[in-house]
């Protein structure tokens, strides 16, 4: 126990003095560094696959679901696509050092806000070893040093890459500590790490809800929490039925096992007899199996019937709870009350019931006429993400590198004193 | 024990029950709300008053120093000043609703951001009556509900200002219960307050570092830190030095007790043989006492000599500790290791070195050639302030009612789906 606290501290210490000096660093040389760590993981394609052929056997032996198997895998495509992400990254824009907001006061001070790095971020995440590259990259762009803690599932792959990208800070002249890579995968490592307020930051759990809750109960360091997704589809008694069958497939069935992803759908009592039959049909052809309220049961005979723990539960896979409302209001208490406050939609024709969906529904993304799929920062236009958060303070949504910053007060004077 | 967390529970919940009409409410509501609790405040002067002179007498029997009794007292000047505050909040802008940073998308999708109300704040406070005003003012403005627990040296003051704060919005037609007091001071309620996340969205503590560490430790829900403020004045070798003395007379003793006041002076070897005597001149005549390093002690024989504690204690008084340095580097180092990352000032010539000083000073506020007591909503041109933040997220430095706002992520489409 004691050796992990040691070795976390000495992690923990090395990351923030790397950190200082990856602060000041030019936007030339970041993207010299994300270049370089491209070009280690195109050239280690296949040490790359090797290591992660060990966790995936790993990983079959352990008993893992096919799901969970397949978000650890990597292949020849997967690792096209961190090669291009970090090439999305090196293209943003580098938001170190913009002053923003400058004002003129009436006593002659000229105020306003320079973003600098937040510092040192902690990342606890769990099976998916694209995690360490997107968020090593965003790290780096924004000038801050990052603390991976990468769940077991993964370790080898994880480990392997974080040696890649610490070769590409070195090959572009800067610290290799500025990423470090935790190697212990226990809770002891997690419970350490929350407590490093001389050199962490922030922490950002991105896991299910226990390592959420461990990670909230027992930090001392500010927590922005990358949590589940219960997202819902409400469609209105006024929804344009081949627009809402589109959408109530595409929210399910288009990647089933992410946070965004439907996981209830609430239908109006007088749209829900023409619906809901139809719906079901599209649904029996994905494969999606649905569990209903009484009222959808007696639409829908023969399928299975919910349970009250239905409505909290996040399925990431084709299951999909189905509830029956008499009114927008009946939808929007289930939603907030039922929800994680992650993405929610209405598929409507009317305008009032629209605006009033945007503004009582207590979530990070309200959307009207849309995919619940569309809360992520690439699809919002904010480029890479590092997560999405469903907490609300500082970040609500996608967090993208304008939100690893600090800003921070800059004065301009020229001897004025206060009165 | 028990009883204090079902009482702390039971207001918990009937805040977040207001806290979801406040929220809907309009601007003249709100503005309504406000000035009915003016309207109470000035139709309450005496026996305002009154209670405060209950606070005051036990406070002279328990002993408090002077400056302690100073901060828990009102008086009819104070009392003008918390009406205008009122006044000041029901002129300012209500943010909330506002739609920000619309755009389409390539798929014809409008996305942006509108601004909510974050939901419950919890306030810890300690003496100052005031804050309950203040704080209430803006959480209705923002149409966030709020939890007060003030400290028990004003408590009788601050139990009177809440109900008239109550008054005022059943005047309006609001629930008396978006403004709630803890009526019991001990430890523990602060420890049950905290835990209540499914009720409360931030706890700010405003208080000294027992209080933050308290609740930091201890808090599962979001915190924004209210810290104390050790800042500094860095006098330059190159400083004009009348504006050296006006800056670093004013920074100290223009209002001594808060946190924007100046702890620590650094001056540059160069300058300080000339700068100091001076400037001890004048601190002698405002009876400033100064506690120096080895070398300003050899400049200004006769004072005492600063101990390690000195440089990260925060007087709150007319006490000063005097460093003299050989270089910016050196200030920059002794700034970001003991200071509380709050306000910190140089006084310079020099634009790289002034440039340098705001780039590399890890604070909430930078400042070139102006005193550190300008960092304050009112003086940045934010409005009134709910305190000043100094911890790196969701708000750093004064945090105003904008800071109370959560933007959601809003989405207009016409039945796009993601592919």
């Known amino acids: 126990m004691d050796n992990i606290k040691d070795e976390i501290l000495r992690l923990a210490r090395s990351v923030k003095a790397a950190s200082g000096i990856l602060a000041g660093a030019g936007t030339a040389q970041k993207n010299s560094a994300l270049s370089a760590v491209a070009e280690e993981i195109l050239a280690n394609r296949d040490a790359i696959l090797k290591e ?33 992400c970090i ?33 040192v971020f902690a990342v606890i995440f769990e099976s998916r070893p694209n995690v360490s590259v997107e968020v090593s990259a965003l790290s780096i762009k924004s000038g801050n040093g990052v603390i991976l803690r ?9 480990r392997f890459l974080c040696r890649l990208i610490r070769k590409g800070l070195v090959r572009a002249g800067l610290p290799e500590d500025c990423v470090v890579m ?41 927590v922005i929490r990358h949590d589940m997704g219960i997202c819902h589809t409400y469609v209105d008694e006024s929804a344009d039925m081949q627009m809402a069958l589109n959408i109530c497939l595409n929210a399910k069935v288009q990647r089933p096992g992410v946070c965004n992803a439907m996981e209830t759908l609430l239908v109006h009592s007088l749209i829900a007899p023409s619906f809901l039959p139809e719906m079901k ?46 009114s927008l209001d009946e939808a929007i208490r289930h939603i907030n009350q039922y929800g994680s406050h992650h993405s929610d939609a ?16 207590d979530s990070a993304a309200c959307l009207i006429n849309a995919s619940t799929r569309f809360n992520d920062g690439r699809e919002l236009g904010l480029g890479a993400e590092i997560g999405i958060s469903n907490q609300k303070l500082h970040v609500r949504g996608p967090m993208g590198l304008e939100d690893m910053m600090a800003p921070k007060y800059i004065v301009f004077g020229t001897g004025q004193v206060r009165s």
Chains 1, 2 share one sequence.
């Not at 943003?92 to 002053?99: A, F, H, L, N």
């Not at 959808?296 to 990431?316: C, F, H, N, Q």
């Not at 209405?346 to 529904?361: H, P």
Request: proline share 4%; with cysteine; net charge neutral.
């Open 150 to 158: 990468g769940g077991s599932d993964a370790i080898n792959t994880s």
């Open 182 to 222: 935790v190697d212990n995968t226990s809770r002891e490592s997690v419970l350490h790490l929350v407590k490093m307020r001389d050199y962490v930051d922030v922490v950002i759990p991105r896991g299910g809800p226990d390592l959420i809750r461990l990670v909230e109960e027992t930090s001392v360091i500010p």
């Open 346 to 361: 209405i598929v409507t024709d009317s305008y009032q019931r629209g605006m009033r969906f945007i503004k009582e529904v």
């Open 281 to 326: 049909q599209i649904y029996d052809q994905a494969g999606v199996v649905l569990r209903g309220c009484e009222k959808t049961t007696r639409l829908l005979p023969g399928i299975m019937a919910a349970t009250p723990d239905d409505w909290k539960t996040e399925y990431l896979g084709l299951t999909l709870s189905v509830k029956v409302v008499d």
């Open 52 to 84: 992660n052929a060990v966790d995936i056997s790993k990983g079959i032996r352990k008993g893992l679901s096919a799901a969970m198997v397949d978000r650890l895998s990597l292949d020849q495509n997967r690792i096209d696509n961190l090669v291009s």
């Open 87 to 119: 090439n999305d990254v090196v293209n943003m824009k580098d938001p170190v050092g913009e002053i923003i907001e400058m004002k003129t006061l009436p006593n002659g001070l000229k105020a306003g806000r320079m973003k600098v790095p937040v510092g």
